[in-house]
């Protein structure tokens, strides 16, 4: 297992050797050149964490060097080093970009110290970089129900352990911010947290993607590359949509749960990884077993820890707390004044089903704020937004997988809602219409096929 892929370039063997041994015995991996010219192919060839260059080269110059590779939009992070520098060269190093500047004779001790703060700081700033843009998009898990007490409860445990993990749940309820929290409250929680979306990446390339690759390993392979169990050594890897994974992937990605190990495509050494799984889907895997689209062996490999999230329906009280959560969010993401929210507006928040669960919500909070006129958002603006009405019709009611019996009493809520805003004298009217429309809504579902 390495902790980083490092390149020293110096003409003087000696410090080659001494560096490549003392950096190895440290967990590193190191490759060597002993010019500008081979350290160019090396670059072209594969990818490094770190470079440790060297100012006088016999074919070049280390700071020219440096210079091209910012220009060509490489900026893998630079130690320059020399034994004779002068200011001048310094100078320009750091201005390059160069992240220290050690003088000859080298002390191996500082190098080492230099080498792990720089590798740990570029770590961390990637990792505080990705967290940037979760926090955007709302990167915690919001809620006080049962169902999420539960459920944090559960992570807690899960981040404990070292076992793999499944997430089930609906599209839209947080499988990703689980699989985050999971890694955050374990012990692996200062190494990457890398994540693949098997849903998004060709079936050709997934494998590269998980695996990496070497240079001509195929077509538009130009440059090694490393994968995602690689890059999250040490940490955790986020397996999304893993319901999609092609067959033959599936067979590999076992093969890596059992042994521990990977061979990039196209290469032939076997390389050790340390990596904690989280997966998730939203598919039904046992329905996939039987169906022989999904392996068995793998399945419950990746359902050592099963946790399942509940639909947003399913924690209707945790609605308000949500949505006043995104209101502050997306009003500082679009520069706009943050509005209020009426009661009338929560009531009809929580009246709705949401089939898209937390980002369905999200996106209707998102479309109220750039959309509201007003600094106020009442229950007629939730409805207009949802496209909901007082009275909905039996075929605009339906939504697969929910029995017919939730939905009648959703249409009831609404409705009594609706009554109780009426002054007294039109209770009565407005109650006997609203069993009428009852009456109609149940003969409309049962004449659509709909059961209870």
Excluded at 48 to 55: E, G, K, P, S
Excluded at 280 to 286: K, P, Q, S, V
Excluded at 411 to 433: F, K, P, S, V
């Amino acid at each position: 297992m390495s902790r980083g892929h490092i390149l020293i370039v110096d003409d003087e063997v000696s410090i080659l050797q001494s560096l490549r041994r003392a950096l190895s015995l440290e967990g590193y991996s190191v490759d060597v050149a002993g010019g500008v010219a081979l350290a160019e192919e090396k670059l072209d060839k594969n990818a490094y964490d770190l470079l440790v260059l060297d100012v006088a080269l016999p074919d070049g110059d280390g700071v020219h060097l440096l210079e091209k590779l910012r220009r060509s939009g490489n900026d893998t992070p630079v130690v320059m080093m020399s034994g004779h520098a002068t200011v001048d060269a310094a100078v320009r190093a750091t201005r390059l970009g160069a992240s220290d500047f050690l003088e000859k004779p080298l002390s191996t001790d500082r190098l080492l110290l230099v080498v792990e703060n720089l590798l740990r700081m570029v770590r961390a700033e990637a990792e505080a970089k990705t967290l940037r843009a979760e926090t955007g998009r709302g990167s915690e898990l919001v809620g006080s129900s049962p169902h999420m007490v539960a459920l944090r409860e559960q992570i807690a445990r899960a981040a404990r352990s070292g076992a793999t993990v499944m997430v089930r749940g609906e599209r839209g309820t947080g499988k990703e911010l689980v699989a985050r929290a999971i890694h955050r409250e374990s012990k692996r929680s200062g190494a990457p947290l890398e994540k693949l979306n098997c849903a998004a990446v060709p079936h050709d390339l997934i494998e590269s993607e998980l695996f990496g690759h070497e240079a001509g390993a195929f077509t538009g392979a130009t440059k090694q590359r490393r994968g995602k169990f690689e890059r999250a050594t040490g940490g955790t890897l986020f397996l999304d949509e893993v319901g999609d994974m092609p067959l033959a992937m599936q067979a590999k990605l076992l093969r890596v749960l059992q042994e521990k190990e990977i061979e990039r495509v196209g290469g032939n050494e076997t390389l050790k990884v340390d990596v904690r799984v989280v997966a998730a889907t939203n598919r039904d895997l046992e329905a996939a077993c039987e169906a022989h689209t999904f392996r068995a062996d793998l399945y419950d490999r990746l359902n050592v820890l099963p946790l399942v999230l509940p639909p947003l329906r399913a924690r209707r009280e945790d609605i308000p707390e949500l949505a006043r959560g995104f209101l502050k969010l997306v009003s500082a993401a679009n520069d706009c004044s943050e509005p209020t929210l009426t009661a009338g507006a929560l009531d009809a928040l929580m009246a709705y089903s949401y089939p898209g669960n937390v980002r369905e919500l999200r996106n209707v909070i998102e479309r109220l704020v750039i959309l509201a006129p007003d600094k106020t958002i009442d229950e007629g603006a939730i409805r207009t937004c949802l496209g909901t009405s007082t009275a909905p019709s039996a075929k605009g009611l339906y939504r697969p997988g929910i029995p017919l019996r939730v939905l009648l009493e959703e249409a009831e809520r609404t409705m009594i809602d609706e009554a109780l805003r009426h002054h007294d004298g039109q209770m009565a009217g407005t109650a006997r219409a609203l069993d009428l429309e009852r009456s109609h809504l149940y003969k409309k579902c049962r004449a659509l096929g709909l059961r209870d």
